[in-house]
């Protein structure tokens, strides 16, 4: 039994972590740039208030695979970084974010399955690894920690914990609902595509930045031929489609650095930073003859076109063709027109 004076000491003891909590939201509160920074916040919280914890790592599903990735650690033992208490793939943190239950050992030196499966022995100590999650219950991740007094991780000290989380939940959730806002307003709806304002926003800032820097870029105008007779003859449904089709092999056919956008009904616009001439048409052949075998790639989806689909593209380049930021577009868009009058489904350039 715990005596009266031995509660009053624990409460003293539990007040300070308590009220860090609060100071923790506000700190989330502040942070709106990179999940990292609301990762390290917990982490800064969990040394501050519990010393007694020695290793953390917080980890997070990548984007693409759903597989957790380190986000960030504080491990100061490498030897338990190898094991199922921080190892990824098989480790406790990924059954804890499949699952959604905490994982608990009291203490290592007791714990037979640790002891079997881990060539540590004698290794004393205490491991929690508990979830994070967001209002809904979506879970964004994991949060382990270890502490090398048995027995550390009791009732109070999993609930704050746990409120750690929880608040780093709701913070993460806020920040990518405003970054998805933000980039919904800034996207083509229909194609993915960046919008014509976004383009002339981050076009402004890179024109400047080439120029300071002297370096070439490229601007490629691309139109789908014949699009109004598709729409004419199947329907609109139809070049939604179509629409679609082309806006995804664009994307597979260009640079992560590159800014793709439509620029108005079939029209499409691209920015090639840092690429010459040369290069600009490099990469518009590789986009006209990537939408080109759309007909082949995708043919049970396409083959009631009875024909390819096809683009006609112009090419401008920064300084050899233009100077101005505005001509260069202008450049580009006479060059278009300049590939249909040619026969349309090429590049036209110089």
Known sequence: MINEEQKD????NQVPSLLGLVELSLKFQGLKKDPQEYCMEAIRYINRFFPEITDVAIYMPDAKTGTLELSIDRITNRKLASTELFRLGDGHSWEVYLSGFSRLIPNLAEDPYFLS??????????YFCFPI??????????????????????????????????????ALEMFYSIKEAVERSFRDELTGAYNRRFFNEHYEHEYYRHKRYKTPYGILMLDIDFFKKLND????????LVLKKVSDSIHVNIRKSDTFARWGGEEFI?????????????????????????????????DFLRAPITVSIGVAAFPS????KTE????????????????RNRVAAG
């Open 133 to 170: 999650e967001q209002s809904n219950l979506k879970r964004v991740g994991t949060i382990s920690v270890y502490s090398p007094d048995p027995f550390f991780f009791d009732e109070h000290n999993c609930i704050v914990l746990g409120k750690v989380s929880t608040l780093l939940g709701m």
């Open 328 to 343: 260069m577009i202008t450049f580009a868009d006479s060059n278009l027109y300049k590939a249909k009058h040619q026969g």
């Open 270 to 302: 691209i920015f090639l930073p840092d690429t010459n001439d040369q290069n600009a048409l490099l990469v518009a052949e590789k986009i006209r003859k990537g939408i080109e075998d759309l007909y082949i790639t995708h043919k049970t989806e396409l």
């Open 233 to 240: 003859t199947f329907g609109h449904a139809i070049g939604d």
């Open 9 to 12: 000491f624990r409460y003293k």
């Open 321 to 324: 063709d233009c100077e101005d």
């Open 117 to 126: 499966k881990e060539n540590l022995p004698g290794n004393n100590g205490s």
